[in-house]
């Protein structure tokens, strides 16, 4: 079966760097992405990791170790409005399979 | 331009009722897909259109599940009859191509479906 595991709940404070893990076992892989919810909203794409190695974007970084089955998600300089649920998402070419999200909640 | 669109926001039924859920996706997207997730869970992948075709229905729980794409634009999802582990989350997305090295879901923001 397809299964991605990552933190339930993580909590940091403004300012400071926080990474989210993510481990995977599917049976197909083309690329891991990642999707930030806000409470109630939906869930925005923020990343997408095909290759191994680290893509930035802004403040947001996605990391991906194919060989490990393993990726995450760095948020640097945290501000409130990162708080937020953040999935990873795996896409065999055919469809998503989704992580169960990590509550993120940014501490003033 | 406008995004994924879902109706109702928000739906709250008994055992036994019937629940239509529709979703708008972004214009000209082909690609069309219906996700769940029950509270804490993953979200759950339940069935994919290309235009008005089911492309994947691997994930539909069971027969009661009905998913419609009439004119390959909007879709609707019909619960029928509810039953209690019905409630949770429903996620529309769509996107423009499948199958390329990097598909973008756009999401809408879901219709919250509680069975009393």
């Known amino acids: 079966g397809q299964s991605l595991e990552q933190p339930s709940e993580v909590t940091a404070v403004e300012g400071a760097i926080v990474q989210i893990n993510c481990t995977y076992q599917t049976s197909g892989f083309y690329g891991l992405s990642w999707y930030q919810q806000h409470d109630g909203g939906a869930p925005t794409f923020l990343s997408y990791?095909?290759?191994?190695g680290l893509e930035e974007t802004g403040r947001f970084s996605s990391f991906l170790s194919r060989s490990d089955s393993y990726g995450y998600l760095l948020l640097q300089e945290l501000q409130m409005k990162d708080s937020a649920s953040y999935f990873c998402a795996v896409y065999d070419f055919n469809k998503f399979y989704f992580g169960s999200g990590t509550k993120l909640n940014v501490k003033p | 331009e406008a995004g994924v669109t879902q109706f109702p926001s928000h739906s709250v039924i008994e055992k036994g009722q019937t629940v239509t859920l529709r979703c708008d996706p972004i214009?000209?997207?082909?690609?069309l897909y219906w996700y769940r997730r029950v509270m804490g869970k993953e979200i759950k992948f339940l069935l994919h259109f290309v235009k008005e075709s089911k492309q994947d229905e691997s994930g539909m729980p069971n027969n009661r599940f009905l998913a419609e794409r009439t004119g390959g634009t909007y879709s609707t999802l019909k619960v029928q009859p509810a039953e209690l582990e019905d409630s949770g989350v429903y996620f529309c997305a769509s996107s423009q191509e499948q199958g390329r090295i990097q598909e973008t879901q756009y999401f809408g923001p879901g219709t919250r479906l509680l069975v009393l």
């Open positions: 990791n095909a290759l191994d």
């Open positions: 214009s000209g997207h082909d690609n």
